[in-house]
């Protein structure tokens, strides 16, 4: 009895502070933004539902001076904050509760292209597929991650791995200026010469310092046969895992070619555990893409959907990755080379958690790219510490049963602990957009930690950006 009504005290508490929240928004910041409706309870879509955050009330900005305004209120009546873009980032240090309040950027979804179509400016809420969308809509190619539901600048500001990688570099190689609001509510345009130690920061851990409302970034202008590659999926059964792993080891990646290998089910109703590889040929008809990818094909894929696809469908062979909802508390590390006892003993954990009930959908998830010309760029040029690791991967245990959580967090330590021993890096390094979230700073920052602090200190002193791998 005595814990029913504390458990009905607490949730009355967390209600009460939430209606609070909502009733001094609508009443003191409402007046002031573009609109006077942009005020809610609704939370907007989440790619996984583990540890997301719970704000007492959501601000849908319509403007990039909406944003300016609503962190401007917050900070100075300190009311905690979040922003949500693509709204797929996972990590467990997304922890807003009640008494905070999400930002959310999906409005700001403008991509617009200079007279050249060399540069591109990106809204602080544009979806990949939406930047992808208006990019082939003006003939240029823009550097975006590879799954549609990402925000291009969430995953921009951690790094950007994606598809032109071998040709461009990161994301964070391509930008030119960003515009971004800091805790005090101002606009700065950061630029290389304008401020050389924020842009540095922002290229890799931007949403520790800001709100980006928009980036200016390369974009390349191409002809019809410059927006198409040769991409789609081969499947492999469990017993060629090692051959497979040491397939893609040997396989050098040319600047125009990338991979990845998933472990994923074969689908409904059977719901076996496969492997899959997409190898992805820029410009690739099916002749060089099956020899540029030979080595796999001489492994004998039971099944092979590969095509040439223009640029709006490069991405769609992961729309399955891409669904919302679920709990996926997800296990990112980086490491050095393929090898098949590690990748077996994942294997075999993986297969023993993807059985359970509703964990049909778990995943692993392996990205390989050609980072020669991402390497040919000067390293102190962006805090995104990790141009040395030649692999990531991520372990993504996927289930609706909250009663999961404890065997799918052992899963995803298993997975990570094993790769980890055979990582040959001197240290733990994990891309910051793929990591769970209890990692040591120096694990997603790197060498750039000591400066970052600088930064840091500099534009958000009273550490407002404080929901993502805080800089502390
Ligand atoms: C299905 C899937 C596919 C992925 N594919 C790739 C990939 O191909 N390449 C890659 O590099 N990464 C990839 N990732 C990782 C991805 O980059 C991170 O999850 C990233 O944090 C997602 O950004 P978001 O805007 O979608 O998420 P959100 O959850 O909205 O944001 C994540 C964090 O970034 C902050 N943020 C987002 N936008 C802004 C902004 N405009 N200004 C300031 N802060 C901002 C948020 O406040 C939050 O702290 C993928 C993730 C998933 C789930
Ligand atoms: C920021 O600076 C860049 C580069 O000088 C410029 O192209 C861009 O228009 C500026 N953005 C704003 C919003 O002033
Ligand atoms: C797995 O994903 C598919 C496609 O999104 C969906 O139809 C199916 O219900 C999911 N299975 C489980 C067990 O959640
Ligand atoms: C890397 O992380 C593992 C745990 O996953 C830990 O056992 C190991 O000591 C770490 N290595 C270094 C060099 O910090």
Known sequence: ??????????????????????????????????QNDLISTISPPRWSSFNAPLPGAVVNVQTELDVATTVKYLTANGIPFLAQNGGAGWSSSLDLNSDGVLINLASL???????????????????????????????????????????????????????LMGLYGFGVDNVIAVQVVTADGEFHNVTATSDPDFFWALKGAGPNLGIVTSAVVKSYPTTQDGMLAWTGTLTFDSSQLEEVVEAIQDLELQPDMNLFMYFISSGPPANEPVILVRPFLYKGSVTTGRAAF???????????????????????????????????????????????????????????????????????????YSLTKARSIDPNSAAFPHRNVNFH???????????????????????????????????????????????????????????????????????????WYNIV
């Open 393 to 467: 991967v991520i372990a993504i245990p996927w289930y609706e049963d909250p009663s999961l959580d404890d065997q799918a967090q052992a899963f995803g330590n298993a997975a990570r602990d094993l790769w980890r021993a055979t990582d040959q890096l001197a240290q733990n390094q994990t891309y910051i957009n793929f990591a769970y979230g209890d990692e040591a700073l120096e694990v997603v920052y790197g060498d750039s930690l000591p400066k970052l602090r600088e930064v840091k200190r500099r534009l958000d002193p009273s550490g407002q950006f404080s929901h």
């Open 294 to 368: 030979s080595s796999l094909y001489a492994v004998g894929p039971t099944r092979d959907t590969t095509a040439v696809l223009p640029y709006t469908q490069w991405n769609a062979g992961a729309d399955g990755f891409c669904t919302y909802g679920a709990r996926k508390p997800s296990y990112g590390v980086g490491f050095q080379k393929m090898i098949p006892s590690t990748w077996r003993e994942v294997w075999n954990s993986y297969v023993e958690f993807q059985k359970k009930p509703t964990a049909a959908n778990s995943t692993v998830l392996l990205e390989a």
């Open 109 to 163: 979804n403008h991509v617009t292209f200079n007279g050249d179509k060399t540069q591109a400016t990106i809204g602080g809420g544009s979806s990949i597929s939406n930047t992808i969308a208006q990019a082939y809509a003006a003939g240029a190619l823009v550097e975006t991650g590879t799954c549609n539901c990402v925000g291009t600048l969430g995953a921009l500001l951690g790094g950007g791995y994606g598809s």
């Open 1 to 34: 009895m005595k814990f029913v009504s504390l458990v009905a005290s607490l949730v009355f508490s967390a209600s009460f502070t939430a209606a609070a929240v909502l009733q001094q928004l609508q009443a003191e910041l409402a007046p002031h933004l573009s």
